[in-house]
């Protein structure tokens, strides 16, 4: 079954599983109810692809077993473990709340810190919490801001135990394989070493580090380089990058991340006691200036020591109670020689005594009390003044009224910013005038970079190489009808050409129709978008019983389309009707990507569970299956002469097969991270990959060697090359959109 399709069914025969809230390589996380007890939970269920591999289904119970020994006010709770038929699902606490690593974002894009106390409190809560654990025999393995949840009281939980390592127990990895996250590895996890609790401590170093300065101690534009520098790169300074930190607290930074676990922490709880020693004082004495008003006994203060520069103030501070005003006085008529002002004000001080402390004669008489029945005026807020009391300052009013205001507005202008066009940073491409292929590429030279404010899942080239078309995905703006949209950007001038906004769900793929007058949109919501490029109209909507698009591909004839979904089966529809002509299945597992052949007589599709699948158009027979890789294909493409499918995998390799027989012709290793997406050049010598581990690589398709490593600092996502070959076009998770061409400069290596 595939991850939508669960939506809606009950599992064990007791939990309603009702949204999917998130989903990996391995698993799917979904909300759902527990009518039993009438309460919202979590559960986590194993791919079904999976299910049948014992290694997995072995982790899956460890991780199980393991957090349901653990109770703990910091880490998130088990209810069940069980299997419904080749389904493994674990039950958990349902949390209401954000990610450390969401909170983050939201206070550094704001321009602010997390105050030092703030810090060092979540810091606690983490080092109890995973030294629970480490007493109980188990290690996070991967701690980071993304699997640190806060509730909506503030409080820490230390959640994803999927990669938890039981100290004697198996570690169900290849020989080599390193487990965890590049930005919050340690040095010994990168070495592929066995690791113990003092890994966890740098890890949650490098988050400390992170709630401190913003920004974690080491960023680079591949996981590799990443590594690397947790290896060899000194420790940054925090007291230069975030001026008032605390010594006493820059120094627990830099012994929780030293490279060796000898001159660390030796325990969570020895990290945690050096937390506790940090003085408050100096914590306070840093923290940034607060937003809100400050407390009312604070503004009391502050005006009385303005009054009476001479005077001393002692803590606590003093309580009041209203009393009635028995005659209106001005600030003039209040002054006397002595400093003491008349008795008939509102606020009277009530454990200590202002006059005793200023060594001013108290006043001798106290107004009467009013009965409780009496009606009582208001009074502004007061403060006080040597030897009397009087109001505080007429400025506060207008002071709430503006922050009144402001609490109207802020909303407001969220609101309106939510649904502003995303922010696009374009520029016009010079049209290269050489193709890219074996020849040139030793002059491939970046042409430039775009920032589109989004992420653009696929990347789409019109027949005449002057259109981008680009499937792109904004769901951090929730109002915005710019969440999920077609982008068509002309190339040679760097102008935006349509916004197409139809979509409600994540959009997985665009494609252009052959003689480039449609273009198509495919997306979660499960539709297909087919547009007039002339005047960006809609022209039909296509709707899949099927669950959600995950690719779209037109026909070269221009007669059909077919789409991916996330049941396993491709459907064929007809163009110019939207009727589903058929469906065509492969496995049971949902299809990735499907492409037709240069010549339209072949679909082939790649599946979940690693497979590829040659459908016959003609009659929609399955002709072959491919198998080679160990996880999903991403994305296939043919070559330019229909010969050769290239696949681009989960298991970090690019697959080169040829279709005839189906022989894998290849394996291309070199990435260090999932890969993408494939693309073969327009003269089909050159095969460009792109991958999650911030590279594009050239191979040459005669014999798969390794021509150039491309590094663009950020997780690229989609590749294309221009139909007429001369640009090659990026896309990474950060918004870029990068575009390679050849330069006309005579490469060095190309003198005599």
């Known amino acids: 079954m595939t991850p939508q399709s669960w939506i809606g069914r009950t599992i064990g025969s007791r939990y309603q599983i009702e949204t999917l809230l998130g989903q990996g390589g391995m698993s799917a996380v979904y909300r759902a109810t527990d009518p039993n007890l009438s309460r919202q939970v979590a559960i986590k269920l194993i791919h079904t692809h999976l299910s049948g591999n014992p290694n997995f289904v072995e982790r899956f119970k460890e991780e199980a077993t393991a957090i349901a020994r653990l109770r703990h006010p ?40 997390l105050p030092f106390e703030e810090v060092i409190r979540y810091t606690l809560q983490i080092c109890d919490a995973a ?70 401590l740098y890890s949650i170093g490098v988050t400390l580090f992170e709630m401190l300065n913003g920004k974690p101690p080491y960023e680079a534009d591949s996981a590799l380089t990443l590594m690397m520098m947790h290896l060899n790169d000194p420790i940054p300074d925090l007291q230069q990058l975030r001026p008032g930190t605390p010594p006493e607290l820059a120094a627990i930074v830099k012994k929780a991340l030293a490279k060796n676990p000898q ?55 003093p309580e009041f109670e209203t009393i009635p005003k028995t005659t209106p006085q001005t600030l003039a008529d209040s002054e006397s020689t002595d400093g003491v002002l008349p008795q008939e004000e ?136 710019y969440r999920f949209y077609g982008s068509l950007w002309q190339v040679n001038s760097g102008q935006l050409y349509a916004q197409l906004l139809n979509h409600t769900a994540w959009l997985n793929s665009v494609d252009f129709s052959t003689d480039g007058a449609l273009f198509a949109t495919a997306a979660e919501d499960a539709h297909i978008n087919i547009w007039q490029v002339s005047d960006g109209s809609l022209l039909r909507t296509i709707e899949s019983d099927m669950g959600g698009i995950t690719n779209v591909d037109l026909s070269p004839s221009g007669t059909v389309l077919a789409g991916g979904t996330w049941d396993g089966k491709a459907g064929i529809w007809q163009l110019s009707n939207g009727n589903l002509l058929r469906t065509q299945s492969g496995d049971e597992y949902s299809l990735r990507d499907v492409a037709f052949s240069p010549d339209g007589k072949l679909l082939a599709g790649s599946s979940e569970s690693g497979a590829i699948f040659i459908w016959q158009m003609s009659d929609g027979a399955l002709l072959k299956t491919l198998k080679g890789h160990s996880a999903k294909v991403h994305r296939i493409d043919f070559s330019p002469d229909g010969t050769l499918i290239a696949s681009a995998s989960d298991d970090h390799n690019v697959g080169l097969w040829q279709v005839s027989d189906g022989q894998l012709l290849g394996t291309l290793a070199g990435h260090i991270d999932s890969v993408s997406d494939v693309a073969f050049s327009a003269d089909g010598s050159l095969l460009a990959s792109s991958s999650w581990d911030g590279t594009l690589r050239l191979w040459q398709v005669s014999d798969g060697l390794l021509l150039r490593t491309i590094e663009t600092g950020e997780s690229v996502v989609s590749v294309v090359f221009s139909p007429d070959g001369t640009l090659l076009v990026s896309a990474g998770s950060d918004g870029s959109v990068w575009f390679w061409g050849v330069s006309e400069a005579i490469s060095m290596g190309g003198l005599p």
């Open 74 to 113: 910091n880490i998130v709770q088990v209810h069940d473990f069980n299997n419904d038929g080749d389904t493994y699902y674990m039950v958990m606490e349902y949390l209401a709340g954000e990610t450390l690593q969401a909170h983050l974002r939201r206070i550094n894009k704001a321009g602010r810190h």
């Open 131 to 200: 030294g629970y654990a480490h007493k109980r025999e188990l290690i996070h393995r991967d701690i980071k801001p993304a699997n640190i949840m806060l509730d909506v009281h503030g409080q820490v939980i230390l959640m994803d135990f999927g990669i938890v390592k039981i100290v004697g127990g198996q570690y169900h990895t290849v020989t080599g394989a390193t487990i965890g996250t590049a930005t919050y590895m340690s040095p010994e996890q990168i070495r592929s070493e066995r690791v113990d609790e003092r890994s966890d």
């Open 263 to 317: 001159q660390r922490y030796q325990t969570a709880s020895e990290m945690a006691e050096a937390l506790r020693q940090v003085p408050m004082a100096a914590a306070t004495v840093y923290v940034e200036a607060p937003t809100e008003i400050a407390p009312y006994p604070t503004a009391v203060t502050a005006w009385l020591a303005e009054a009476t520069p001479d005077s001393k103030i002692v803590s606590p501070q």
């Open 346 to 481: 509102v606020e009277v001080i009530r454990k200590t005594s202002i006059a005793s402390q200023m060594d001013v004669e108290p006043p001798v008489e106290r107004p009467p009390e009013v009965p409780k029945k009496a009606a009582v005026e208001i009074p502004e807020p007061q403060a006080v003044t040597p030897g009397g009391r009087r109001r505080l300052p007429r400025w506060l009013l207008p002071v709430v009224g503006l922050a009144l205001i402001a609490i109207v507005l802020v909303p407001a202008i969220w609101f309106i910013n939510q649904r502003r066009p995303p922010d696009l940073e374009l520029m016009p491409i010079e049209q290269p005038l050489n193709q890219i292929n074996l020849d040139t590429q030793p002059r491939l030279v970046s042409l430039g970079r775009w920032q589109v404010d989004s992420v653009t899942e696929e990347l789409a080239y019109s027949p005449d190489s002057t259109l981008l078309g680009a499937a792109s995905n904004r769901d951090w703006v929730r109002f915005s009808p």
